[in-house]
């Protein structure tokens, strides 16, 4: 009896700190997202049923205190980027996802929509970045992970971010967002022109006294001299398709 006791412990304990399968977005992006981002809502529409049906199992299965670090923010990005997807197929088609809501930032606009249930929490998405990510975890490279269905976003990532996988999928993506020139074009070291991603977060790129600057030179091949201005690109917020 002490023996099955201990066993039944052991699978307890196992199951309170199991992270959830992201296996379904990983089937879903790989299906209807490019390598470079560009996404085939028409075919989300299609799979709408695999969709819900992922989401479903996000808002049942919210992060818990036995998960690391690393399966909670892989939890959140997917979370983020799998919501925002709803988002746009509920309305599609649509031209922006600024169309969905109103003006006003943090009040009316499309990322205060509080469609989002994770257990017993009802969120939007500004929630999800800014409190359950930002608010919590010291990484500045989750701004090119989660995707904002829009031309200027950093790529919506075409696999599931993953607990084991993240640190090499974090720096992909900045690496990728940083060579993309349309996004970021430091051509001309004299006159790079950068993402507005760094000029409305930049105080998450400056950790531990670094400046934007060090950020993007620690990794982009291309690299700006310490002290050049940075020029920010206009935004393009028509759909990411």
Known sequence: MKLLAIVLFGLFTVNLSAQISH????????????????????????????LDAYLTL?????????????????????????????LIVKHYPVKSIKD?????????????????KIGNEELDLNNI??????????EP????????ASVSCPRLRNEAFTANNL????????????????????????????SKLFNWYSADFKIDGKTVTDFINKYSTSKVPEGTSLDYLDYNWNLNH
């Open 141 to 148: 490279r989750i701004h090119f992970a989660v995707n904002c």
């Open 100 to 116: 969905l809501g109103g003006a006003i930032y943090k009040v009316n606009t499309s990322w205060d929509i509080k469609f989002i």
């Open 167 to 194: 640190e090499v999928q974090l720096t992909d993506q900045t690496e990728y967002f940083l060579q993309y020139k349309i996004k970021n074009d430091l051509s001309d070291p004299k006159n790079p022109k950068v």
């Open 58 to 86: 996000l808002s049942n299965n919210p992060p818990k205190s036995s998960w690391t670090k690393n399966e909670t923010l892989a939890y959140w990005i997917n979370a983020y980027n799998a919501f925002t997807v709803q």
């Open 23 to 50: 296996k379904q977005w990983d089937e879903l992006v790989k299906e209807h997202v490019t390598e470079s981002g560009k996404v085939y809502y028409e075919g989300f529409l299609k799979d709408r049923e695999h």
């Open 129 to 138: 970045e800014h409190q359950k990510i930002r608010g919590q975890f010291n």
